[in-house]
């Protein structure tokens, strides 16, 4: 155990803390082989939605938004299922 052993307000006393208090989480992680270690794959995923925002703006009547939102959500589930 490192942690009695390093200065706790260093850098990497606060990453040994910050893994300890993350432990649990990581055994979940390891138990399950279904589980991704990070989110790359949801953010990739709403990227396109981010950034196109200010297209959205010309969608002027709740009936053209909701629309769009259906049109963006089959896509995006298409492309997850590829």
């Known amino acids: 155990m490192q942690k009695p052993r390093v200065l706790p307000k260093s850098a990497l006393g606060a990453a040994i803390t910050y893994c300890l208090n993350q432990w649990e989480n990581l055994e979940v992680f390891l138990e399950d082989g279904r589980l991704e270690i990070d989110n790359n794959r949801s953010e990739r995923s709403i990227k396109p939605l981010v ?31 590829d």
């Open 51 to 81: 950034i196109g925002r200010k297209n959205w703006l010309f969608s002027n009547t709740s009936r053209g938004a909701c629309g769009s939102a259906i049109v963006y959500s089959i896509v995006e589930t298409a492309k997850e299922m």
